[in-house]
């Protein structure tokens, strides 16, 4: 441990970690919020190189396991000292991809103790784009890009603000197993990935274009070391321009193959990489017509850490994602402003014997005010409508178990819950997900008749699997329908072994 961790030993709330669970690397960095901004305290990258074990039908080898959970115990080491809450960490392309991620992930929960949140390429490309801004400052809109391993993203926008987003499935080292296995260079070869990158990029071509930028930012170690390398052949003193990468090509391809090259600059893990990360980026400048890039050392980690400061302020993006669907949709508010209130008031009396968390009421609270997203579709099955919408709408700032979880609570919301369609989590313990969807469909059965001040004060006690729910007798009696309809509620909860007792129910509903 260096002298930059030792003085983590027993770090205060102010400390953040990031992990990233890149397909060629995983990175750790270490910071500490000072005045409002981030300063960085500690770096760790170790080379994984996870999607050269993603074979053709997406299936991660277990020798690719092995290497990154080796990564993985390290990094929990270094992170002993640190709470759940200080240290967030995301898993990108081949993770995203892998079939068998699961597996991964199970076992990556017995020797490393923070939850690992697999994200969407939308919102990779917007963790790099934040990293970016907050690193320094444009006054015009830019273009930025990032290679990975195993994905490519892009993004535009200004200031803070993303306007564009896409992640492309192309990465170095997947298009070296593909187009330069065991360090092979030729022009054919270059010229069938640059080809094949092209074809990856044309759909987003013409709405980038559109938008426009002033400025082309490259992150991430393979933009650096291309850039490191023309700088140190003189070929430029500091940016990328297409005439330079074509120079590097030919440079490379004289070469014959990887193992002989001896450039400056470039380190022997990146020797694999070169040929297919400088196609990539030729196929970048071709179509996007990229007339210069810099490069800038800040990507999805650094973007990570900002928003981890931002829910430290509690500025979460996610309230802003939630509140564009909702317009977008036109969902009745009023209603859901109901719903929600009476799914976190119950939350509250139980959350102890449930052992749940604010992260639980949130996504609870947020499931209650978009479980009518559907019915810009339709009234009937919006239950389906909805979980549709919210299983594929781009929600920024959600992990995509999140993004999962809530659209599962919203499918099952009403009517029957089909126990083989809830998915399995990662994130969430199955006795998780049962609680919160149970707390919704109560607090949308309660709210039917869409009244303010209908609901006397609510009581609730609970234990594994039950709760019990208090509704004086008299509210109840006047209240007929909705009893019947909780009589029904008891058996639909009872066929997921589920306990809900309503005392002096039978007695309002009329035989």
Known sequence: MNDATE??????????????????SFHMVIARVVDGDIQLLHREKQKVQLAEGLNDQLVLSE????????????????????????????ATYTLRRARNA????????TLFPFPIEVISGQEEARFIYQGVAHFEHFAGRRLVMDIGGGSTEFAIGEGLQPLRLSSRN?????????????????????????LQAEQELEPIVSSFKTAGWQQAVGTSGTVKTIRDIIVGLGFSSNALEL?????????????ENSYQLDLPGLTDDRKLLICSGLAILIAAFNLLQIEQMIYIDAAL?????????????????????????????????????????TALTLFSLVRGAWQLSDEDAMLLGWAATLFEVGLHINSSGVQKHSAYILQNANLPGFNQEQQQLIATLVRFHRRKIRADEIPAFSLYQ??????????????????????DELLPPLHATAANQQLQLLLPAD????????????????KALKKIAFVLDCPGLTDAVPV
């Not at 690719?64 to 002993?80: H, M, N, P, S, Y």
């Not at 192309?170 to 640059?194: N, T």
């Open 7 to 24: 003085q983590l030993t027993t770090p205060s709330q102010a400390y953040m970690a990031a992990v990233d669970l890149g397909s060629n």
């Open 63 to 90: 020798e690719a396991i092995e290497r990154g959970l080796a990564v993985l115990a390290q990094f929990a080491d270094t992170l002993k000292p640190f709470a759940p809450q200080s240290v967030r960490v995301i």
């Open 102 to 109: 699961a597996t991964f992930l199970r076992r990556a929960k």
């Open 170 to 194: 192309m990465g170095c080292v997947s298009y070296a197993l593909q187009h330069f296995p065991q360090g092979r260079i030729s022009e054919k070869r270059f010229s069938r990935a640059i």
């Open 243 to 255: 005439a330079y990468l074509l120079a590097l090509k030919d440079h490379l391809v004289a070469q």
């Open 301 to 341: 980690r650094e973007g990570v850490l900002y928003e981890m400061s931002d829910r430290l302020q509690h500025l979460d993006i996610r309230e802003h994602s939630v509140a564009s669907l909702q317009r977008r949709y036109d969902v009745d508010m009023a209603q859901a402003e109901r719903v929600s209130q």
């Open 430 to 451: 199955l006795p998780q997900v049962v609680c919160l969807l149970v707390l919704l469909r109560l607090a949308v059965l309660l709210n039917q008749k869409r009244r």
């Open 475 to 490: 509210w109840l009696t006047q209240q007929s329908l909705l009893a019947a309809d909780l009589l029904q509620e008891q």
